[in-house]
């Protein structure tokens, strides 16, 4: 009887999971390669700022990957780091900090320019109807998340990123509709393992190709490979070499460069 029973609620699962991919529908985008701006376009401004994000909008970018953390006192903010040390003149880890307390910290940067760590929220207002966000979902609360993309009217307009299994139970439970992407464990090598892992946690994009010959399937299962390219060395060869895999994405620190050569290769 209780077998009986674990299969059924294993089934009743399944089937939520595969019905939750088929509502789950990607931003549009107006090329047939997407180009990320990891963190915003910080090539001259900081990282994970308003300011990244409005040059990754000037910059022409489909996306901006943002990272979302948890002040103390419950409030969501975009930074990279679990401490605010490498970013900023503070130190400390960010869960431990007050939103005041956050606020008052300046990020470094390199146009002496005073930046701050934003509110997620108003990262969304920067971003709607301009730029779609690519939801990097660091440490914080998913209805939370999910409650402040409803009020910026966003809900079309962001992709999730999972770091961990958990996230996935989260986000399907307040916003079964929104696409989800994460990584494939390396020792996916055959249809039949990727088959499996799909349904266990349905994926809308990847961004890694453990093995090359993966990448039909991916396709015939309608996931997307959004490779990431961002490097102290990315430029026109490692571009080059991800392209040819055939993916639909490129993940990069130089949005205004790689759009470029994408245009000058009609690949954009």
Wanted: hydrophobic share 45%; net charge positive; proline share 4%.
């Amino acid at each position: 009887m209780i077998r009986i029973r674990a299969n059924i609620l294993l089934y009743l699962f399944l089937l939520m999971s595969v019905s939750a991919f088929a509502q789950q529908v990607l931003p549009e985008v107006k090329h047939k390669i997407v180009v990320i701006a990891h963190r915003g376009n910080h090539v001259s401004v900081p990282e994970n700022t308003l300011a990244a994000a409005r040059e990754a909008i000037a910059a022409g970018a489909d996306y901006v990957e943002v990272d979302l953390r948890t002040t103390k006192d419950g409030h969501l903010v975009v930074l990279h780091d679990a401490t605010v040390d490498r970013t900023t003149n503070g130190a400390g880890k960010v869960s431990t900090m007050t939103l005041d307390e956050v606020k008052h910290l300046q990020v470094f940067n390199r146009n002496k320019k005073t930046n701050r760590i934003p509110e997620f929220k108003k990262l969304l207002a920067v971003c709607k109807d301009k730029i779609n966000i690519y939801l990097d979902f660091k440490a914080a609360d998913a209805a939370e998340a999910w409650k402040q993309i409803q009020a910026a009217g966003m809900e079309k307009q962001v992709i999730v990123y999972l770091n961990k299994e958990s996230d996935f139970q989260e986000w399907q439970k307040v916003a079964p509709t929104v696409p989800l992407m994460s990584s494939l464990p390396k020792d996916i090598d055959t249809k039949e393992k990727l088959t499996s892992f799909l349904e266990k946690l349905p994926l809308k994009i990847v961004d890694n190709l453990p093995h090359p010959h993966l990448l039909s399937a991916l396709n015939e299962a309608r996931v997307q490979v959004w490779l990431d390219v961002q490097s102290a060395t990315e430029g026109p060869v490692s571009w080059k070499a991800a392209l040819q895999k055939g993916v639909q994405g490129l993940q990069t620190d130089q949005p205004a460069a790689l759009i470029k050569y994408l245009q000058e290769n009609d690949a954009r």
